[in-house]
């Protein structure tokens, strides 16, 4: 997939901002061209497409995650601790099946227990200054 298509794709999400950005989550909207550079580098690498399984912790609207099912990512699961971006990201996916630009998946592939192997785990992690962080542990009472 070329980067115009997937950002083309992209563009189209209904959810690409959150309405009311909750700060401590750190919600903030992931460009689509971003989106579609992460992807696609990672795709490059053979992290994502065809063959693997995407956890995107974090997820917010979905967008990074819908990215990876857009390039035929076999599974991608989307995953948030805020029930709001949960259904941010639930709309957008909603509308890439309305579109038909994915596919819901099944549960073909797991192993006897149910579990399956995840190949790329994205996620946004909460920026904390390595040297600030080093300093407060090393002060004395």
Same mark, same amino acid.
């Given at each position: 997939? $070329?980067? $115009?298509?997937?950002?083309?794709?992209?563009? %189209?999400?209904?959810?690409?901002?959150?309405?009311?950005?909750?700060?401590?989550?750190?919600?903030?909207?992931?460009?689509?061209?971003?989106?579609? %550079?992460?992807?696609?580098?990672?795709? %490059? $690498?053979?992290?994502?497409?065809?063959?693997?399984?995407?956890?995107?912790?974090?997820?917010?609207?979905?967008? =990074?995650? =819908?990215?990876?099912?857009?390039?035929?990512?076999?599974?991608?699961?989307?995953?948030?601790?805020?029930?709001?971006?949960?259904?941010?990201?639930?709309?957008?996916?909603?509308? =890439?099946?309305?579109?038909?630009?994915?596919?819901?998946?099944?549960? $073909?592939?797991?192993?006897?227990?149910?579990?399956?192997?995840?190949? =790329?785990?994205?996620?946004?992690?909460?920026?904390?200054?390595?040297?600030?962080?080093?300093? %407060?542990?090393?002060?004395?009472?």
């Amino acid at each position: 997939m $070329k980067l $115009k298509h997937l950002e083309y794709s992209l563009s %189209s999400l209904p959810n690409r901002v959150f309405p009311n950005p909750k700060v401590a989550l750190e919600q903030y909207p992931t460009s689509v061209h971003l989106t579609s %550079s992460i992807v696609l580098t990672a795709l %490059s $690498k053979n992290d994502a497409g065809p063959g693997t399984t995407i956890l995107d912790l974090g997820c917010g609207t979905g967008m =990074l995650g =819908l990215g990876f099912a857009l390039v035929r990512s076999d599974m991608v699961y989307l995953v948030d601790c805020d029930p709001e971006a949960v259904e941010l990201a639930r709309e957008n996916v909603d509308f =890439l099946l309305e579109e038909e630009l994915i596919g819901r998946g099944d549960e $073909k592939g797991d192993d006897e227990e149910g579990c399956r192997a995840v190949e =790329l785990i994205m996620a946004k992690v909460k920026y904390v200054p390595v040297a600030e962080s080093w300093r %407060s542990s090393r002060r004395r009472p």
